[in-house]
C-alpha cells in the first residue's frame, strides 16, 4: 500500500500540471508493452498501447510522452548534430515560465563519449568554469568506431533523445517514454529517462545508502553539514551514476551541473529536477564498470597521486588539550609497537579557533616547534585542521590580509557576508576572486614558515558551513565599503518554486550556510555556485601546499567535494558514529567515491561520535587497515579509542597494521595506476566493488560487504556485533587465504560460512595475481627500507602476474621512477617468474632488494631454485598446502630477472 502511494505521489510530483498528451512514435525506442504473441486488439484497446509491426522491435510498445518542446531544426555538423527546440503552445508551466527557444548540441567526443547539452538559445545561463572542473578534450574528427548510436526526434515532432549500445541496440538512455518530458524553466529543468527495472545503479553521492541504490528514493544534492544521518544529503555532490545491466555491461551517466537537485529513482525510470543551470549530459559507454570509472576520469581529471606516506595510519582526535597529550599519544604507539606515520590535531591547536594561528598557552610555539621536529626525526608526519571561516576581528592577519585584498564573499549588497563558525563571527574567502589564491598562499606559508612545518592539511567545514541560517543577524560590519548593486536577478534565489528534497524535508537553501544571494566574484551566486567551495578551496589548498613545500605532493583531505576533487584532494567520509551501522557504511561509502574518481578516502575509524567499545574498535581496526585513507578519530567528551586502551585491540593493530604496511606498495602501485591517463595505464580505482571484476556474475552486483582491493586481493570483514563468523562469497577462481594459505576453488561462486574470530578478518589472494610488497615497519618510511616481496598466487592454469611502481614516494614531478612487471608461469614441479621494466626514468633507482618470494598453488613437487641461473639456498616447499618458498634471494629490482623452480 505505502509502495503504490509513493507511486501515486510520485506521478503528481512528475507530471505537474502539464497535460500534454501521449502518441505513438514508432521510430523512437520501444518499450516493450506486450508479451510474445500478444494481438493488436488486446495491445490498443486493452492496454492502451501502440501497435506497428517490425521485424527485430516489439510489435506492442508503450505510447510516447507528448512533449511540451518541439523539433523546430536539425543542423548535422561535424561531430553530430545541433538541434533547436521550440515550445508547443504555452510556455507556463508550474514552476516558471519555459524558455524557448533551446538548443540541443549532440557531440561524438570519443567511441567511448557521447555529449548531449541542452541550453538557451538566447541567454547565457550558469555553467561549471572548466577551470574548477574540467571536460574532456573535443576531437577535431568524429570517432571511427562510436559505441553508442542516438535517436532524436525529426523536425516538426515532440522532443526525445535516446541513446543505445551499437553492439546489440540495448537501450541506455531514453526520455521518449517517460512520464516527465523535459521542462526548461528558469530555476526548474526536469528530464526522465526509463529504465528496464532489472539494472543495477550506483552513485548519486553523497549519501550513506548500500551502494547497490534502492528504487523509490530521491537522492537529493546538496552540500550540507550534518552528522551521517542515512538517506540525506551529505557534504559533496557527485551527480553521475553507474548503470548495471544483467549481462554485465555497464554505462555511465554524468550531469554536469552544480546546482540543487533532486534525482528520483523509481521503478522502471530515473527523473532529474535540477534548480538552475544547463543540462550537460555526459555518457561513458563502459562496458565494464573500471572502464565507465575511466572514461568519466578522462571528463573530470585524474586522481592525483598522493605521497608514499599518505597511505601509511593516522592518529587523530578532537580534544587532545595541548601538545603534551600530542607527544603522548605517538609515545605510546612506539611503545605498544603499533604502526604510526602522521600526526593530526583538529582546532584545538588555534589561538580562539583562528586559522593560521597557535594557542599560545596548551600549544606554545617552542614546544610546537619541538614536537613537530621529533615526529620528523623519527620520519612521522604531522598534519593540522584549518577551516574557511575567518574571525572577523581587527588585528588579526588573516582577516586584515583579506580585507584589504578584497578577497572574501559579499552579500547582495556588495557588503562582507558574515556568517558564524567556531570563531565566532566569521567571513570566507571567495575562491572565485584570482587575487585569493595569493591571499590563501600567503596565509598558509606565513603560518608553514613561522610556526609549524606541516606536512598536510586538513580542510573542514567548507560545505560552507554555517551556524546561522544565511548571514547571522547583527554581524553587519559598517567599516566596509558598500557598493552599489543592480544583480539584475528576474528570480528569487533564497526561495525558488521548487524545493528540493534538502535534508529530507526540503528545509530552505541556506539552512546551515550562506544565504543563496551571496556574491562572489565576477557576479558568481552562491545558489549556482554552492556545492562548488569545497572543490575550488581543494585545488587553492593543494597548490600552495607543493609551493610551499617546494614540489613536495600535496597532502590535503576535505570534507566536501565535486566531481574533479580527486585530482587535488582525499576524502573522509565525515561525523560517523561508533556503531555497528557506520562500521558496515563505511564500505558502500569508500567504493562510491573511487567511482567518482577521489580514490583517496576511508570513514574515521572506531566511530567519530559515540563511545565506542572494545569489540567495535577491534571490528573497526581490521576494515579500516584496508581503506585507502586509514585514521582512527574520534570527538571530546567521548571516550579514549586510541589502539593501545585495550591490549587486545593493540594486539589485532599490530597484527592488521602489520600486514597494511607490507602490502603498501601494492596500494601505491594501484594509485598510480589510477592517476595515468586511461591511454598509458587502464586503471582507475584503488578499491573497488565485486563486481567491477566480475560483472556477469550477478550475484556480485549487490555485494557491499565485501571488496576488492585491486584486482588481487577480497576483503571479507565482520560487520555485526558478537559474529564470529562471516559468509563470503568467492566469485569463480582460487582464492588464497592470506593468512594460512589455505585455498577455496570455485568454478562458478560460491558463498562460504568462514570462522572469523574476534582478532581476525577474511583477506585472500586472487589466483592469477603477483602481490608486489614489503617487510613490516612502525613507519612507511621504516617498511619501504626493508627487502621486496612476491606473493604469486597460481590460478587454475598455472599462471599469475602484478606490477609494481617506484619512485622517491614525494616528489610533484618525479626524475626517477620505475615500472615493473611480473609474470609467472607453472606447470607440474616446474615453473618461472620474471620481471621486466615496462617504463622508467632518470638513473636506476636505489632501493632495497627483492628478498623473498612465496608461490601459492604449485603443482608436483620442486626440489631446487634458481635466480639467472644461480642457485637459490633458501628454499622450503610446504607439500601440505602447495607453497613454495624462496628467501635470501637479493635479486636487484632495477634489473630483469627470471627465478626458475624444478
Not at 551521517?228 to 551529505?234: D, Q, R, S
Not at 567511482?595 to 566511530?607: A, E, F, H, R
Not at 594459505?741 to 562460504?752: A, E, F, I, R
Not at 609467472?824 to 616446474?830: E, I, K, R, Y
Request: charged residues 20%; glycine residues 10%.
Amino acid at each position: 500500500m505505502v509502495e503504490m502511494l509513493f507511486g501515486v505521489l510520485l506521478l503528481v510530483m512528475l507530471c505537474g500540471d502539464l497535460t500534454a498528451g501521449q502518441t505513438c512514435q514508432a521510430n523512437a525506442p520501444r518499450r516493450d508493452c506486450g508479451y510474445y504473441g500478444i494481438q493488436e486488439p488486446e495491445c490498443v484497446q486493452t492496454r492502451g498501447c501502440c501497435w506497428t509491426p517490425t521485424e527485430g522491435q516489439p510489435w506492442c510498445y508503450y505510447k510516447t510522452s507528448l512533449s511540451v518542446y518541439h523539433v523546430d531544426a536539425v543542423m548535422p555538423n561535424k561531430l553530430g548534430t545541433k538541434i533547436t527546440l521550440k515550445v508547443n503552445g504555452s510556455t507556463s508551466s508550474q514552476f516558471g515560465d519555459l524558455i524557448s527557444p533551446l538548443t540541443m548540441d549532440i557531440t561524438m567526443e570519443s567511441d567511448e563519449r557521447l555529449h548531449v547539452k541542452i541550453y538557451d538559445s538566447n541567454k547565457q545561463r550558469w555553467e561549471i568554469p572548466t577551470d574548477v572542473s574540467p571536460i574532456g578534450s573535443v576531437p577535431s574528427s568524429p570517432p571511427a568506431n562510436p559505441l553508442y548510436k542516438i535517436t532524436t526526434a525529426n523536425k516538426g515532432e515532440p522532443f526525445y533523445f535516446a541513446v543505445t549500445r551499437a553492439s546489440d541496440g540495448e537501450v541506455l538512455f531514453n526520455t521518449s517514454h517517460s512520464d516527465q518530458p523535459l521542462q526548461f524553466a528558469d530555476q526548474y529543468l526536469t528530464l526522465s529517462t526509463t529504465l528496464p527495472g532489472t539494472e543495477s545503479i550506483y552513485g548519486l553521492g553523497e549519501h550513506k545508502v548500500p551502494l547497490q541504490l534502492k528504487r523509490g528514493q530521491t537522492f537529493t544534492l546538496w552540500d550540507f553539514d550534518t552528522p551521517t544521518p542515512p538517506n540525506v544529503n551529505l557534504y559533496g555532490s557527485h551527480p553521475f551514476y553507474m548503470d548495471l545491466r544483467q549481462s554485465g555491461k555497464a554505462h555511465g551517466v554524468y550531469l554536469r551541473n552544480s546546482n540543487g537537485m533532486d534525482v528520483i529513482y523509481g521503478d522502471n525510470f530515473l527523473t532529474y529536477r535540477v534548480i538552475g543551470g544547463v543540462l550537460d549530459f555526459y555518457f561513458f559507454l563502459g562496458p565494464t564498470p573500471e572502464g565507465v570509472v575511466q572514461q568519466y576520469q578522462e571528463v573530470i581529471g585524474r586522481p592525483y597521486l598522493p605521497p608514499y606516506w599518505a597511505l601509511g595510519f593516522h592518529q587523530c582526535r578532537y580534544g587532545y588539550p595541548n601538545v603534551e597529550a600530542l607527544s603522548d599519544v605517538v609515545t605510546k604507539y612506539a611503545a605498544n609497537k603499533i604502526p604510526l606515520d602522521t600526526m593530526w590535531t583538529d582546532i584545538e591547536y588555534m589561538d580562539g579557533y583562528r586559522d593560521f594561528t597557535l594557542d599560545p598557552n596548551n600549544f606554545p610555539l617552542s614546544k610546537m616547534t619541538e614536537f613537530v621536529e621529533g615526529l620528523h626525526n623519527r620520519s612521522l608526519q604531522y598534519v593540522v585542521i584549518v577551516d574557511p571561516g575567518i574571525k572577523v576581528d581587527r588585528g588579526y592577519k588573516a582577516y586584515d590580509d583579506g580585507i584589504s585584498k578584497g578577497v572574501f564573499v559579499k552579500d547582495k549588497n556588495g557588503n562582507l557576508f558574515t556568517g558564524k563558525v567556531w570563531p565566532g563571527v566569521t567571513t570566507f574567502p571567495d575562491f572565485f576572486n584570482p587575487m585569493t589564491a595569493d591571499y590563501w598562499k600567503d596565509q598558509t606559508s606565513t603560518f608553514y614558515n613561522t610556526l609549524l612545518k606541516f606536512d598536510g592539511l586538513w580542510i573542514d567545514m567548507n560545505e560552507i558551513s554555517n551556524f546561522c541560517n544565511g548571514e547571522c543577524s547583527g554581524s553587519s560590519h559598517p567599516e566596509e565599503m558598500r557598493r552599489s548593486v543592480d544583480d539584475g536577478l528576474k528570480f528569487d534565489p533564497n526561495n525558488p518554486p521548487y524545493h528540493i528534497n534538502n535534508q529530507g524535508s526540503s528545509i530552505g537553501l541556506n539552512t546551515k550556510t550562506l544565504d543563496m544571494d551571496a556574491m562572489h566574484h565576477g557576479g558568481v551566486l552562491e545558489y549556482n555556485s554552492h556545492n562548488l567551495y569545497g572543490l575550488m578551496e581543494s585545488i587553492a589548498t593543494c597548490s600552495v601546499l607543493e609551493s610551499v613545500r617546494e614540489g613536495k605532493r600535496c597532502f590535503v583531505i576535505s570534507r566536501s567535494t565535486f566531481p574533479g576533487s580527486g585530482a587535488h584532494t582525499g576524502h573522509w567520509t565525515g561525523d560517523n558514529h561508533a556503531s555497528y551501522d557506520d562500521l558496515y557504511y563505511s564500505i558502500p561509502e569508500m567504493l562510491s567515491f573511487q567511482m567518482y574518481g577521489i580514490p583517496l578516502v576511508g570513514s574515521d575509524i572506531c566511530g567519530f561520535s559515540g563511545d565506542t567499545t572494545e569489540e567495535l574498535c577491534s571490528r573497526w581496526m581490521e576494515l579500516g587497515a584496508f581503506y585507502p585513507f586509514s585514521r582512527n578519530h574520534n570527538i571530546k567528551g567521548t571516550k579514549p579509542q586510541e589502539p593501545y586502551e585495550w591490549s587486545s585491540v593493540a594486539a589485532i593493530s599490530r597484527k592488521m597494521l602489520g600486514l597494511r604496511y607490507s602490502i603498501l606498495p601494492y596500494y601505491y602501485t594501484l594509485f598510480y595506476k589510477a592517476s595515468r591517463p586511461v591511454t598509458t595505464i587502464p586503471s582507475a580505482t584503488v578499491t573497488r566493488p565485486l563486481f567491477f571484476e566480475f560483472p556477469t556474475d550477478r550475484n556480485t552486483h549487490s555485494i557491499d560487504r565485501q571488496f576488492m582491493v585491486g584486482s588481487g586481493l577480497l576483503v571479507s570483514p565482520v560487520l555485526e556485533q558478537g559474529s564470529t563468523s562471516v559468509e563470503a562469497y568467492f566469485p569463480a577462481g582460487k582464492w588464497y587465504d592470506v593468512f594460512t594459505d589455505q585455498v577455496v576453488t570455485t568454478s562458478g561462486g560460491t558463498s562460504l560460512t568462514l570462522h572469523t574470530p574476534i582478532d581476525h578478518i577474511q583477506v585472500h589472494v586472487r589466483g592469477g595475481s603477483i602481490i608486489p610488497g614489503k617487510g613490516t615497519g612502525l613507519t612507511t618510511y621504516d617498511s619501504r627500507n626493508t627487502d621486496s616481496t612476491l606473493v604469486v598466487a597460481l590460478d587454475s592454469t598455472g599462471k599469475a602476474s602484478g606490477d609494481l611502481y617506484i619512485d622517491d614516494g614525494e616528489t610533484v614531478s618525479t626524475s626517477q621512477w620505475m615500472f615493473l612487471l611480473f609474470n609467472a608461469t607453472s606447470s607440474g614441479s616446474s615453473g618461472q617468474v620474471i620481471s621486466g621494466i615496462a617504463g622508467q626514468a632518470g638513473d636506476p633507482l636505489k632501493i632495497p632488494p627483492l628478498g623473498v618470494v612465496k608461490v601459492l598453488g604449485v603443482g608436483g613437487s620442486p626440489s631446487k631454485a634458481s635466480i639467472n641461473g644461480a642457485a637459490i639456498s633458501g628454499f622450503q616447499f610446504n607439500t601440505t598446502n602447495n607453497v613454495l618458498l624462496l628467501t635470501g634471494i637479493n635479486a636487484d629490482l632495477t634489473s630483469s630477472f627470471k627465478i626458475t623452480w624444478e
